[in-house]
T-cell receptor, first 111, second 113 residues
Framework: EDKVVQSPLSLVVHEGDTVTLNCSYE??????LLWYKQEKKAPTFLFML????IEKKSGRLSSILDKKELSSILNITATQTGDSAIYLC???????????FGPGTSLSVIP | DTEVTQTPKHLVMGMTNKKSLKCEQH?????MYWYKQKAKKPPELMFV???????INESVPSRFSPECPNSSLLNLHLHALQPEDSALYLC????????????FGPGTRLTVT
């Protein structure tokens, strides 16, 4: 059965800290791994990773995929209170365009 | 305009009621999605429409009936729901060949009494 696992499930850090969120997956016909940020309600798209070892970067956020280890990390440097959210890892398969979400990591950044 | 709108924001309905959730986008996206999200859980895909045709139904009970009347609108008709159907219902849209980059609406918080 296809599965996406995230760790930790929740995390509390202080502003300015650097955090690393982990995602691992088991899936047949893997196409891409996705990261979304969910604040209050609607998830917003962060990154899509398809190739191993190529870092995607957006401001203080960066992510990389390791297809050998079937995993990905999302790094956030110099965290701010506005980074507080649930970070969802997801995958998309080649067979059809279904996004399968992991359980999410709830990040709280305190001043 | 990169917004997906959903109405209503909140809905309380009895188990014998019939109601509809509405979703609208004007980004020219031809793929639209319904997700169900329970508290502290990730979104779960319910339906996918591609070019206004239903392409994926994730074995959703027939008391949920989707409809895509045109390329900008997506409805979810609800009938004879159960209390366990109470959840946040999220609509999303994307370009058909960029299904990884979905734009989500704010959701409708549904409570079934």
């Amino acid at each position: 059965e296809d599965k996406v696992v995230q760790s930790p499930l929740s995390l509390v850090v202080h502003e300015g800290d650097t955090v690393t969120l982990n995602c691992s997956y088991e899936v047949t016909n893997f196409r891409s791994l996705l990261w979304y940020k969910q604040e209050k309600k609607a998830p917003t798209f962060l990154f899509m990773l398809t190739s191993s070892g190529i870092e995607k970067k957006s401001g203080r956020l960066s992510s990389i995929l390791d297809k050998k280890e079937l995993s990905s990390i999302l790094n956030i440097t110099a965290t701010q209170t506005g980074d507080s959210a649930i970070y969802l890892c997801a995958m998309i398969k080649t067979s059809y365009d279904k996004v399968i979400f992991g359980p999410g990591t709830s990040l709280s950044v305190i001043p | 305009d990169t917004e997906v709108t959903q109405t209503p924001k909140h809905l309380v309905m009895g188990m014998t009621n019939k109601k509809s959730l509405k979703c609208e986008q004007h980004m020219g996206h031809r793929a639209m999605y319904w997700y169900k999200q329970k508290a502290k859980k990730p979104p779960e895909l319910m339906f996918v429409y591609s070019y206004e045709k239903l392409s994926i139904n994730e074995s959703v009970p027939s008391r949920f009936s989707p409809e895509c009347p045109n390329s900008s609108l997506l409805n979810l008709h609800l009938h004879a729901l159960q209390p366990e159907d109470s959840a946040l219902y999220l609509c999303a849209s994307s370009q058909v060949d960029r299904s990884y980059e979905q734009y989500f609406g704010p959701g409708t918080r549904l409570t079934v009494t």
